[in-house]
């Protein structure tokens, strides 16, 4: 795969308070233009190998859970930019999970009251999602759900997080199980889990478990070394 680049602030932009009459005011509505092919051109001719693709879904699902038609095809229309460019594409859940804010409450918890009461939505989606791509090769990999918090969006902090742990894994298991009954190319598949909140922790990665011996699964922590605050007046210097 080598480098890869993260598609960020597209498809995975989302605001509650906002409805939407066409997919690109929903992928705009961060600041972002439509994402085009020649995007994802200039990557390959950059030397990237792989793209992410985030995608957050909550606002084009029904009251049951079924996916925008139109919303599906748009995603499908922007794997296909990266693997046309013959790069590996990772496309996963996004901000249905995630810290809560005034826009924005995510549906996906890590707690079993959370799991339990969305575990048929969750694998649903996950169901739509496996079949809309399921006869694509294996540039294709899927991935279960981004930074999922618990009930109090907990990061790193020091907490009993007992309870979020097990539940990270009983997405990670409905996720593998509900994609590979798809068939296709699903059945083995490259699949990613993230460990609690995608923390790169001694913890966090020790409560993880493996949710299928496939040798078809791959683990993902998120590292943010440099990281720190800025104020507005740095940000537009900048800028």
Known sequence: MGVGWNLGNTLDANDMSKTWTSTSQHETCWGQPVTK?????????AGFGAIRVPVTWYQEMDSNGKVNEAWMNRVKEVVDYVIDNGMYC????HHDTGADSNTFKSWLKASNNSYTSNKEKYEYLWKQIAETFKDYDQKLLFEAYN??????????????????????????KSFVTTVRNTGGNNKDRNLVVNTYSASSTADAMKNLDLPEETG?????LHSYPNWKSISRSEERRVG
């Open 216 to 220: 078809h699964i791959v683990f993902q």
């Open 147 to 172: 930074e999922m918090l618990d009930e109090k969006s907990n990061w790193n902090e020091p907490a009993d997080k007992t309870d979020g742990y097990k539940a990270i894994n009983d997405y990670a």
């Open 37 to 45: 092919p020649e995007l994802m051109k200039m990557m390959k001719d």
């Open 90 to 93: 990772i496309l996963n859940v």
